[in-house]
């Protein structure tokens, strides 16, 4: 009997460069798999939490891929430089759209059409479910991790780069904003997360925030499991989720319940 193969097998993808070997990722291209790859000023920030659980169990087993590339390399002068004063003076410091440039066109180099490149930024489109579904439906993403007072404006304008957010607040940089995107799109790829039913009940997916779980004990601290989750009837088990996630998103997500309503009565 042969030993089966590696699920690597066969999917290496070799291409000759001219890049220095400083900028080549040490893990190769696997063919068909997603693929994440991150700019940023500070790649031994990742994997980080998405080399844990399933995420990393997924990454081991090449379901999907991440490949960082440091900004640095790309910089000016022996010292590296990447960033600039502002034009028109003002506190801080802004990425150089000649660094920024040549590291875009290294990271884009042979991507497909459905690889979106992304800016993580404060200013962009807020970070929803349904942006993560399309993600996981691409190729992969190229994702700019901002730092300082953020890039050069002319950058985004020519590399028509998707602006997104990940919040109504201001981090010190992009990779922690970026390390979410790829945790929220990565476990919806087929297999990631073993269940697929899982990702298909979970908050958002109905367009609703999840209902309560619970598990055992059947009473804990005198608080018992609603009896109606104990009975076996997987009918009226899924009628008091369903119900319990509709008075979750309407007392808690008054803006998700309206466009709830109105995709309901647009069905109707």
Request: proline letters at 6%; one cysteine or more; glycine letters at 10%.
């Amino acid at each position: 009997m042969t030993e089966s193969p590696n699920k690597s097998h066969g999917r290496k993808a070799i291409r000759p460069t001219l890049k220095p070997r400083e900028l080549m990722t040490a893990t190769p291209d696997l063919v068909g798999v997603w693929k994440a790859k991150i700019l940023t000023l500070f790649p031994s920030a990742f994997p980080g939490v998405l080399g844990e659980s399933l995420t990393g169990k997924a990454l081991q087993e090449g379901l999907w891929q991440l490949e960082t590339i440091d900004l640095r390399q790309f910089g000016l002068t022996k010292h590296r430089n990447v960033d600039d004063t502002p034009a028109g003076g003002g506190a801080g410091m802004v990425l150089r759209p000649d660094v920024l440039g040549n590291a875009i066109e290294h990271a884009m180099e042979g991507v497909t059409s459905n690889h979106p490149l992304i800016y993580l930024t404060p200013r962009g489109k807020p970070m929803d479910q349904a942006m993560m579904q399309n993600l996981a439906r691409a190729d992969g993403v190229t994702l700019l991790c901002g730092r300082f007072e953020g890039v050069d404006e002319r950058v985004l304008e020519h590399y028509n780069i998707q602006e997104v957010s990940l919040g109504d607040f201001v981090m010190t940089g992009g990779e922690l904003a970026a390390q979410a995107m790829i945790d929220a799109t990565v476990r919806l790829i087929p297999g990631v997360l073993g269940n697929q039913a899982s990702a298909e009940e979970e908050s958002f997916s109905s367009g609703l925030l999840e209902h309560p779980q619970y598990t055992r004990p059947a009473e804990w601290k005198e608080r018992k499991i609603p009896d109606v989750l104990m009975s076996g009837h997987h009918g009226n088990v899924a009628k008091w989720r369903h119900q319990m996630s509709e008075e979750i998103t309407q007392e808690r997500r008054p803006d998700l319940w309206e466009e709830y309503c109105r995709k309901k009565d647009e069905k109707r």
